[in-house]
């Protein structure tokens, strides 16, 4: 079966294509409206820092598991040590479960793309406009289609002819796209009138909301810097995409004289300068015309707010709206893509079955899956509070169990596998093939055996309340 394995042509096509994986709506939708409500420059400054450290640990151990068993992650783990195939169950179960709520994601996308190309991006100016298009029955459901069947496509096609080719193609145009809207977002310049006074907003006050610190904040509220920690450390799980099968697939595909070390650091580089591009691209412009108030909508930024401020901007706004959906649906592919390889590939190494046949049994499953996430919304509409707080329905409960959950756990087990267990010179002699020199190795050392399982257990803590329930305890006490 290994000798048949299909490969990246190429270390620039193993980069390019992991670097896709990571670039999604991840980075272009999750991370600016998270960077909006954690104090901006204060959540960039803690995700920089985690990125480096907490990032490159689990991304560095999955890439190399990946190359080293040559296999997916459902059989990876096991190949590693017996007693760990659990976490290739969960690695495998994790974008499983994520690909048919994320091509409903990634349907409304498109909806909006639509509007936007067809000249109608006036309806999307509404404030009821985005829940009655999700709230509905039918069109939500087409639009997934659409989109996993593009999703389809590319994997049926295969490792190098589809993955790498489609994500050469698209990575170039999607950095100048998004180059070229951060320069205008800082451009901008808004004046409204707020109790008898002019108010003059610009791009550049947005930047500098979105890139300094604002140290002041941790000070009044001490737990804000607990609340940060967590979300960029959950965005992280999505992108980089670790923790969900993605990198062991990819890693699997890598030849052996891939530098992995220098792929590592690029990948690191490109995924980290694209998501600050993206709130680049986003954080001025609604600041500009929404001021602090805008900067905290939320999951609902590109959906709703967003439309209002390309509305505001006039004729360019119609023309920057689409180029803007444009980035938003080439990203969101070229994720799901690699989502949906993570499960083929381990039906493929499992189960040693053709792509063609893994692909259609998966394409069956997120087609009926997709379909009962978008009735979640409307005929199978429940609401329930889930163990964080927060409100669910299904696309939130299978959000939470996967990200919240599931992938802080399965990479809590990785790391206690290689720092552990396999010991960290497993996955150093790996990244070192060749006589390379690992200038980070003990970094990743300290990372993995030690910082790494405490960080995610208190975020598996947090999952569950249970670190908010400790501090509501510890102030009582006081």
């Not at 349907?107 to 909006?112: D, L, N, S, T």
């Not at 205008?184 to 791009?203: A, M, N, Y």
């Not at 610190?213 to 810097?225: C, I, M, R, S, W």
Request: proline content about 3%.
């Amino acid at each position: 079966m290994e000798k048949n394995r299909s490969s990246f042509s190429s270390q620039f096509g193993f980069i390019i294509a992991a670097a896709a994986s990571a670039v999604g709506l991840g980075n272009i939708w999750r991370f600016p409206y998270l960077a909006a409500q954690d104090e901006g420059g204060l959540f960039i400054f803690v995700y920089i820092i985690l990125t480096l450290t907490f990032g490159f640990t689990l991304l560095t151990a999955e890439i190399a598991i990946g190359r080293k068993t040559k296999q997916s992650p459902l059989t990876a783990y096991s190949k590693i040590h017996k007693k760990f195939g659990f976490v290739g169950i969960l690695a495998c179960l994790v974008p499983t479960i994520i690909l048919p709520y994320y091509c409903s994601i990634g349907g409304w996308v498109f909806k909006y793309l639509s509007l936007y190309v067809t000249n109608q991006s006036t309806k999307a100016v509404a404030d009821d406009y985005f829940g009655n298009y999700i709230s509905g029955t039918w069109q939500p459901i087409i639009w997934m289609i659409i989109y996993f069947g593009i999703t389809a496509f590319i994997v049926i096609s295969g490792v190098e002819k589809g993955i790498e080719k489609f994500s050469k193609i698209l990575m170039p145009i999607l950095v100048v796209m998004i180059i070229g809207i951060s320069i205008f977002s800082i451009t901008l310049k808004h004046e409204e009138i707020v109790d008898g006074q002019t108010i003059v907003r610009t791009g550049l006050d947005g930047l500098k909301v979105y890139l300094i610190p604002n140290f002041g904040a941790v000070k009044e509220n001490p737990t804000l810097l607990l609340t940060i920690i967590m979300d960029a450390m959950g965005q992280l799980f999505f992108s980089i995409s670790v923790a969900m099968g993605i990198m062991v697939a990819y890693g699997s595909y890598a030849k052996d004289d891939t530098n992995l070390i220098k792929s590592i650091n690029q990948i690191e580089i490109f995924d980290t300068a694209i998501a600050l591009l993206a709130g680049l691209m986003i954080v001025p412009a609604v600041f500009t015309f929404q001021g602090m108030e805008g900067m905290k909508g939320g999951p609902g930024l590109i959906f709703i707010s967003l439309p209002k401020v390309f509305d505001a901007m006039g004729i360019a706004g119609k023309f920057i709206g689409t180029i803007f959906f444009i980035i938003v649906s080439f990203a969101a592919v070229t994720s799901s893509v690699s989502v949906m390889e993570a499960i083929v590939s381990s039906m493929m190494d499992a189960f040693h079955l053709s792509r063609i046949k893994s692909s259609i049994i998966v394409t069956i499953y997120t087609f009926i899956a997709g379909i009962l996430v978008c009735l979640g919304y409307n005929k199978l509409f429940f609401d329930i509070t889930l163990p964080n707080g927060s409100s669910a329905q299904l696309l939130d409960i299978m959000d939470y169990i996967s990200n919240y959950v599931m992938m802080p756990l399965i990479a809590f087990s990785e790391s206690i596998l290689i720092g552990w267990v396999v010991k960290p010179e497993y996955v150093i002699q790996e990244i070192t093939k060749g006589k390379l020199k690992f200038a980070r190795k003990g970094l990743f050392v300290v990372m993995i055996k030690f910082i790494v399982p405490i960080l995610l257990l208190i975020l598996l803590l947090n999952s569950f309340g249970l670190i908010n329930k400790l501090i509501n305890l510890l102030s009582g006490a006081n």
